[in-house]
C-alpha cells in the first residue's frame, strides 16, 4: 500500500517532482515503475511517496541520505528516461525541486 | 486547474504534508479548503501543490519564503484545526517536513 514513507531523522534530501501528464500513455507505466524500482534500489535512498490526482497533477517526493545520493540516482535516471524517448512525451509540464528536510513531524493513529 | 506551483529562483522553504485520510468526511472538505485560503493570504506564501490519489495517499507542498512565514502561517492553522476537532479525526497517518528548497528546475511545453 501506498503510505507516507518511513524515512529516519532529519536532516536528509528531498526531491520533490510535480508534473502534469500529457496524454499519451504508451510506455508511461513501464517508465514510472522502472523509475521507482531503480530510486530504491540506489545507495541513500530513504523512501518515496507519490500520488496522481483525477485532475492530473502528480506529486512524487523521494527522500535520499545526501545529495551526493541524489546526483547518481538522476545519472542513471536521466540515462534511462533518454533512452526511452524522453520525459516531454509523458508530461506537458514539470517542476524538480531539491530540498533539505530540517525537521519532521509525525502522526500515526 | 490544479497545476505545478511557480515559484521564484531558491532558496525558499517547503512544507511536504503526507497524509491517510480516515472515512470520516465530516467537515473534512471545509477545512481543507479553509486552510488553502488562509495560506495563501500570509505573508510570505508563494505557492501550493496538492493531490489526492485513488489510494487514499494524499501529498500537499506549500511553498514559504522564509521559515518565518510557516510559523507564522502554522499557528494560524493549528488554532483553527484545534477549534475543528483536531486533525486526528481526518487522518488515520501524516507526516509534515519542512525542507529548504535549494534548486529547482522547470519544464513548460
Redesign the interface.
Known amino acids: 500500500?501506498?503510505?507516507?514513507?518511513q524515512?529516519p531523522e532529519?536532516p536528509y534530501y528531498?526531491v520533490?517532482f510535480?508534473?502534469?501528464r500529457?496524454d499519451v500513455d504508451e510506455g508511461y507505466g513501464d517508465m514510472a515503475e522502472k523509475m521507482v524500482s531503480m530510486a530504491s534500489q540506489q545507495p541513500g535512498f530513504l523512501g518515496v511517496?507519490?500520488?496522481?490526482?483525477?485532475?492530473?497533477?502528480?506529486?512524487t517526493?523521494s527522500y535520499w541520505e545526501s545529495e551526493e545520493a541524489i546526483a547518481n540516482w538522476r545519472r542513471n535516471a536521466e540515462h534511462r528516461i533518454a533512452q526511452s524517448g524522453g520525459?516531454?512525451r509523458w508530461?506537458?509540464?514539470?517542476?524538480?525541486?531539491?530540498?533539505?528536510?530540517?525537521?519532521?513531524?509525525?502522526?500515526?493513529?
Do not use: C, H, Q, W
Request: glycine content about 6%; hydrophobic content about 30%; overall charge positive.
Open positions: 500500500m501506498n503510505k507516507p514513507a524515512t532529519p528531498a520533490i510535480t508534473s502534469l500529457t511517496e507519490s500520488t496522481r490526482g483525477e485532475d492530473g497533477l502528480g506529486i517526493v520525459r516531454e508530461y506537458s509540464e514539470f517542476v524538480t525541486r531539491v530540498a533539505k528536510v530540517e525537521r519532521s513531524r509525525t502522526f500515526t493513529r
